[in-house]
């Protein structure tokens, strides 16, 4: 099996790259504040050098200034093959350190563990892809097709800068290539009676974020005023926010549950799927929003003075819909909010969802499989999207495979963007062979 064709010594030197070039992104900081307010020309310029250090040529396409995407192309074997996108992101949310149990920005190793802003969200990634075509380079191994290697600005406040920029201003980098793999896949999820299943995102939620402003009489505040803008939008953010919408099951969900229900024993009823959530553990929040739309009230603006009654009042919507269920979401909202409320898009972006089926999905189960035999690879759909989607519109069919084998007890969803985010080693040691096979066989 050509996934085995690394000596231990070379194995050994591939996860001690990896885990030090994990360490090293994440000791820049490349902090994204939305907005347009980011930096990722440090992380750039040492992605850049880490590449050239191994003989390969990469170039930072600069989308505004300080906002910095590096794209790398590597020939394979045969030519004449669609190539593959491999990707990831450069940004990280801020992190607010006086919140955190370790400088957040130090990379430090406790636990076994690297702690530290991106070290799953995703830097980690980005370190296993380096490590991984450093090697290849200095040996002299091809992959079997072209791959581009594209390391995204702006990933973390809609992509404007990075992805979406690159597919506008420079689709010409990803000519010929028909699919991608990136983020938040292929990571192990252990159920209750101790199977692991192995996440491949598949499918993702479309976003619309709305801006709802309510306009009402302007007044003293110590006056009645039936016309108060602040308790017409009040009303309408507490109804969005209380709102039970309905259970809608996609294909990929289906597949995802009655996998679950096989493994461990338990009913598949496809009309009441919830019940099987308890067996996935804390996984079970963010797959439970895979079960519906959602639309979750997260900002509200209004006022400026104790006692004057505003004209207007301002509130943000962030609603997710499943693929095939975006009217939904929009007539709902529209009738919950009435003819008073203006509603404004801020965002918007599309759903994914792809079958789980074909040589690519192949090769990825095959490369878990040949470092887990006991895994069980499986699709799922995730309520949050990544740079797939802006690659889509090229016609580029994306997957989340950045793999990761997870102790049982570790809330990995909790990870993403939160307080002290870390990343097991030994998760990133299988992750970088998993992923190494997989490029070795796709």
């Known amino acids: ?109 406790k636990d076994e563990m690297i702690w530290g802003r991106g070290a799953v969200d995703m830097k980690n990634m980005d370190a296993m892809i380096i490590a991984i075509f450093r090697m290849w380079s200095r040996k002299g191994i091809k992959p079997p097709r072209n791959i581009v290697l594209a390391f995204f600005a702006d990933e973390e406040a809609g992509s404007l800068f990075g992805s979406r920029w690159m597919v506008a201003n420079h689709p010409d980098v990803f000519k010929d290539c028909t699919e991608a793999i990136s983020e938040v896949g292929g990571f192990s999820v252990t159920l209750s009676g101790s199977k692991r299943l192995y996440f491949i995102e598949t499918a993702q939620k479309g976003i619309h974020w709305m801006r709802l402003t309510a306009h009402g009489r302007a007044g003293h505040g110590s006056m009645m005023n039936p016309e108060n803008a602040l308790t017409r939008l009040s009303e309408a953010v507490s109804a969005i926010g209380n709102h039970t919408w309905p259970q809608r099951y996609t294909k990929t969900v289906k597949v995802l ?149 997870l102790p049982a007890d570790l809330d990995f969803m909790a990870l993403f963007h939160g307080v002290d985010e870390r990343v097991p080693i030994e998760g990133i040691n299988f992750g970088v062979d998993v992923l190494e096979s997989f490029l070795r066989n796709s």
């Open 257 to 405: 549950f009655r996998k679950i229900a096989e493994v461990t024993g338990n009913k598949y009823d496809e009309n009441d799927l919830q019940p099987l959530l308890k067996e996935i553990g804390p996984m079970s929040r963010m797959i439970g929003a895979t079960l519906q739309n959602t639309a979750n009230p997260t900002m509200l603006d209004a006022g400026y003075k104790a006692n004057v009654i505003p004209q207007s009042a301002h509130a943000v919507i962030d609603g997710r819909f499943l693929p095939g269920f975006e009217k939904e979401l929009d007539d709902t909202i529209r009738q919950i909010i009435g003819p008073n409320i203006v509603l404004e898009t801020i965002t918007h972006d599309i759903a994914l969802e792809v079958d789980f089926e074909g040589n690519l999905v192949d090769a990825m189960t095959n490369a878990i499989l040949a470092f887990d035999p006991e895994g069980i690879p499986v699709p799922y759909l995730m309520s949050g999207g990544t740079d797939n989607k802006a690659l889509s519109e090229l016609g580029i069919v994306g997957y989340g495979f950045s793999p990761l084998k």
């Open 1 to 109: 099996m050509t996934s085995m064709q690394l000596s231990d010594s070379e194995r050994e030197d591939l996860h001690s790259d990896a885990i030090s070039i994990c360490q090293t992104l994440i000791q820049i900081p490349s902090v994204n504040f939305g907005d347009g307010k980011g930096d990722e020309s440090a992380v750039a310029n040492k992605v850049v050098e880490l590449l050239q250090e191994a003989g390969i040529k990469s170039k930072i396409y600069e989308s505004a200034p300080g906002r910095c995407n590096v794209i790398a192309h590597i020939d394979g074997t045969d030519t004449t093959r669609p190539g593959l996108v491999v990707h990831g992101h450069l940004d990280v949310v801020p992190a607010n350190a006086e919140d955190w149990s370790v400088d957040p920005f130090s990379a430090v190793i």
